[in-house]
């Protein structure tokens, strides 16, 4: 538990897989709240069990902070605003849902959105390692290449100051 304190941090802070794995964590829980409170399960509850299934502790910690204030009879939105982890719109479209009934299926759309951008994302990341990939192998058989040539060189190079 100690480790995974620090190695979840880092990994939401990652220059390309951090926003990812935000967006991730993002639409998990927001699928996750919606679809239990739809099936109506109580608040508090449902989000004891999303945050325990977020495999992020510092999702962990906000989704708590949320748990904690509406076990209080406070806002759901408010910590959320407050959360690194959520960005402003989920708190914004939260607080939306919460003040017009309609939080499951405000949920439900935070989800689809950053369903949507994760999948965006990813197609991003593929095209982009695509040719990476492509130039490394270019590489490695580039380098293959010359080390078979090379001693045929060698040899070419001795017969000829023989002769």
């Known amino acids: 538990p100690s480790v995974r304190r620090l190695v979840d941090p880092l990994k939401l802070k990652l220059?390309?897989?951090g926003p990812l794995a935000t967006k991730i964590a993002v639409a998990r829980f927001s699928r996750g709240l919606s679809m239990m409170l739809?099936?109506?399960?109580?608040?508090?509850?449902?989000?004891?069990?999303?945050?325990?299934?977020?495999?992020?502790?510092?999702?962990e910690e906000a989704v708590r902070a949320v748990q904690e204030s509406v076990k209080q009879g406070k806002s759901f939105s408010a910590p959320l605003a407050k959360a690194a982890v959520f960005p402003p719109m989920v708190a914004q479209m939260a607080a939306v849902g919460e003040e017009s009934g309609t939080l499951p299926e405000m949920l439900a759309s935070i989800a689809d959105f950053y369903e949507g951008e994760v999948q965006t994302a990813a197609e991003q990341l593929t095209a982009s390692i695509e040719p990476i990939l492509i130039v490394a192998i270019g590489i490695i058989i580039g380098g293959m290449v010359v080390?078979?040539?090379?001693?045929?060189?060698?040899?070419?190079?001795?017969?000829?100051?023989?002769?």
């Open 15 to 17: 220059p390309v897989f």
């Open 147 to 163: 080390s078979l040539y090379l001693p045929i060189f060698s040899i070419y190079g001795e017969i000829g100051e023989a002769g």
């Open 38 to 59: 739809k099936a109506g399960v109580p608040l508090v509850q449902a989000l004891a069990i999303v945050g325990s299934a977020s495999n992020n502790h510092r999702v």
